[in-house]
């Protein structure tokens, strides 16, 4: 698709004739306060973290991968870290349901309005794209396509989601300041009416592959579009375990007096109740998102306090971003950890179980359809330090070793080598030592390679239980 329709499509400005009538009702908002919490006007170099970002990836390569690739949980989880990936900026993913402000509130956020650098919007639905804001020197769109080829960027594993996606994918380069620290995802509003497969792409394993990286998701409602259907019910299920990274606002609140705010506000709770199960409700903002001020007799106080919280909550996260990213390769070190565990117990309970008079394919299908019986996961949890609540779905394996033979793998006790070391042991002093150390140093404030366990206090030395004496 050229550029130019590109630009025309996504950046069209806004008609004289519209910008003039909106501006006779409202005049436009002070943005000062956006500039100030942002801290947009400080001319402060920006921090170099790349000596940090470097030994996080060091860490990554030598002490998480080999173990990720050797029991292939890619193919578990569907969820390859890319050097791009390690080094990209905090992402900020809007979700909803269409036409509910989210291209209006990027526009607003980011001064965008009557320039040549705003999204299209409108009353109808407007965005049918993943569009990726991005800083650059100047105004540039990036056709998909190419932001998958590139692997410097951190979007190249979306190519698996086929060429019809990778069409609705564009990226804008935006010189902006906000964006040389965070990026930005419009993606297509949901449509109740519309089933999955019209879209033309597997569009709920698109919205995954977002909501797992994405360090803030704003999902946005306006008082017209509070319905639940089975869409914005099953994105609720995808966000299942990011409840700490949600913020719900319930934008266009100025549209409404306070008695009908105060029953439009209940009725969003009612609505989202059934599908957020945490104990803690999450935090709402209720504001106009939007650069025209306030209507007349409403709690404009209040929206401003309300958008102020939310522009913290952004910046939080922005001065966040590398004890975020730590924790994050964190995170992923333990599950692939507990995955490599769980295929080495089931290896070695097909091993003890062979005979010589045995079927391999009937004992190991009796193992898999039922791990209980022999005590696969309760083993992991008797002889190491993991969660029970962090164990994978039984059923997960069925379909993992349906693909991948249990005789194509090794036991842990066999990946080590003289001079590389154990695998398992590398990826537990990843856990319990260098990651704790490295985010230690940025507490300290001191050079991340200057500190080790001793001052940061992260933990004991780890045994493998399954390396042979």
């Known amino acids: 698709m050229p550029v130019i329709v590109l630009l025309s499509r996504l950046l069209l400005p806004v008609s004289p004739q519209t910008a003039e009538d909106v501006s006779e009702e409202a005049p436009l908002r002070d943005r000062s306060h956006i500039e100030k919490t942002l801290m947009l006007n400080e001319d402060k170099p920006a921090d170099d973290f790349s000596a940090v970002l470097q030994r ?6 030598s002490s998480i991968k080999p173990l990720e690739q050797s029991y292939k949980y890619n193919e578990l989880r569907q969820h390859e870290i890319t050097d791009g990936e390690i080094t990209s900026k905090p992402m900020v993913l809007f979700l909803g349901p269409w036409s509910v402000g989210k291209s209006t509130m990027i526009n607003y956020l980011l001064g965008l ?3 040549r650098y705003q999204l299209y919007t409108g009353a109808e639905p407007t965005t049918s794209e993943f569009t990726v804001l991005m800083h650059g020197p100047k105004l540039k769109t990036i056709e998909g396509i190419v932001m998958a080829a590139d692997s410097a960027r951190s979007f190249s594993p979306l190519e698996k989601f086929g060429q019809n996606f990778l069409e609705k994918l564009i990226g804008i380069e935006v010189p902006h300041k906000l964006l040389e620290r965070v990026t930005f995802v419009d993606t297509p509003g949901i449509i109740e009416n519309r089933k999955q497969q019209e879209r033309g792409y597997p569009f709920n394993d698109v919205c995954q592959w977002f909501i797992d990286r994405a360090d803030l998701i704003f999902i946005v409602f306006d008082p017209t579009k509070l319905d639940v259907g089975l869409e914005l019910e099953m994105l609720f299920r995808q966000l299942k375990g990011r409840e700490s990274q949600i913020r719900i606002i319930l934008n266009k609140a100025d549209n409404l007096a306070t008695q009908m705010l105060m029953r439009v506000y209940g009725a969003l709770f009612w609505s989202l109740a059934p599908l957020i199960n945490v104990t803690e409700p999450p935090r709402v903002y209720v504001s106009s998102f939007w650069p025209y001020d306030y209507k007349p007799d409403t709690h404009r ?4 306090r309300e958008e102020i919280s939310l522009l913290e909550d952004l910046n939080q996260v922005i001065e966040n971003r590398l004890e975020n990213k730590i924790a994050f390769i964190r995170q992923h070190a333990i599950r692939v950890r507990i995955h490599a565990l769980l295929v080495d117990r089931y290896l070695q309970t ?3 179980k062979m005979t010589f008079f045995s079927d391999g394919e ?20 008797a002889k190491t330090n993991v969660s029970k609540f962090d164990l994978p779905h039984r059923e997960a394996y069925k379909d993992f ?13 066999q990946q080590c080598s003289y001079m590389g ?3 398992l042991d590398k ?13 230690g140093s940025l507490g300290l404030g001191k050079n991340p390679g200057a500190l080790n366990c001793d001052k940061t206090g992260c933990g004991e030395t780890p045994k493998n239980r399954y390396k042979k004496p």
């Open 350 to 352: 097909y091993k003890e």
């Open 427 to 439: 990826i537990e002093r990843a856990i319990t030592q260098e990651l704790p150390s490295l985010l």
């Open 421 to 423: 070391g154990c695998f």
């Open 113 to 115: 309005e009557n320039t």
């Open 401 to 413: 070793f349906g693909i991948n033979p249990i005789s194509s793998f090794k036991l842990l006790s």
């Open 301 to 304: 106080d209040l929206f401003l």
């Open 362 to 381: 009937l004992v190991f299908k009796d193992i898999v359809e039922d791990p209980d019986k022999f005590y696969i996961f309760k083993t992991i949890l």
């Open 56 to 61: 996080l990836r060091k860490i990554y390569h």
